[in-house]
């Protein structure tokens, strides 16, 4: 018998299955595997996993977590009711599966502000370093490393998985989808995606004022002299005087 299965996953069925005989029933008395014989029915811890072959012909072979590869053959000795022997051989192999995983990140940081972080903070695997190879921002991949600078500011993500985005002054709103491409120590990858937003703050600042004029002086000047904005002109609305508002522009006695 040759069985496959894949890592992480037992392997289980019975070598009687395609064995026949006139004389009588069937029975596994013993198997060798790795140089070593057992009586069947016997538990045998390997390298590669735990195997048991039983007097009736099944078998369990448990793999090692996260091993991949070639069992060791077994090689059985059956039985039949006049006492006539044969041996045969069972084959186990266990394919590889990928055991790299990644999830998408998510980060949001105020206007003006430098976003960092490490997108393989949430990653995993059980095969090796884990490195970032490339990412595509705005339809165009880039080697892991490469600085961009996109519409929206400055970027960086380097293969150890930090990375950092400046936003352009004054910029607020998403950033163009990030997607990267981890690999691990045994060539698997995988593919997520870092989304950046920047959140708007506001830019307008306005010192008091204090003006001091002599008695029966009309006091003049402009409210707007020491406030400033990165966004467009600045308006004076209403204004508070003795608890009461008015619309700016009225006159109030």
């Known amino acids: 018998e040759t069985v496959s299965v894949v890592e992480d ?146 970027l960086t993500l380097n293969t150890n998985g930090s990375y950092t985005f400046t936003p352009n002054d004054n910029f607020n709103g998403a950033v163009p989808v990030i997607s990267y491409t981890v690999t691990d120590g045994v060539g698997d990858t995988e593919i997520s995606t870092l989304t950046i937003s920047v959140t708007p703050v506001s830019d307008l600042s306005d010192d008091s004022e204090t003006v001091t004029i002599a008695e029966d002086t009309t006091a003049t000047g402009n409210v707007l002299d020491n406030a400033e904005t990165a966004d467009g002109p600045l308006t004076v609305t209403s204004f508070t005087v003795g608890g009461n508002t008015y619309n700016a522009g009225d006159t109030v006695t």
Not at 124 to 134: E, F, H, L, R, Y
């Open 9 to 154: 996953t037992t392997a289980t069925g019975n070598v009687l299955d395609n064995a026949a005989t006139a004389d009588g029933p069937l029975t596994v008395t013993s198997f060798t595997v790795d140089g070593n014989t057992y009586n069947a029915g016997d538990t045998v811890t390997l390298t590669e996993g735990e195997l048991t072959l039983n007097t009736d012909g099944s078998y369990t072979f448990t793999p090692n977590d996260n091993f991949n590869g070639v069992v060791p053959v077994i090689t059985y000795t059956v039985t039949d009711g006049a006492g006539d022997t044969q041996s045969s051989t069972l084959t186990i192999s266990v394919t590889p599966v990928s055991d790299l995983s990644d999830d998408n990140e998510t980060v949001s940081v105020a206007e003006d502000t430098t976003a960092t972080g490490n997108v393989l903070d949430n990653a995993a695997t059980a095969d090796g370093p884990m490195t970032v190879t490339s990412f595509t921002v705005g339809g165009i991949t880039y080697n892991a490393g490469d600085t961009v600078t996109l519409a929206e500011g400055e």
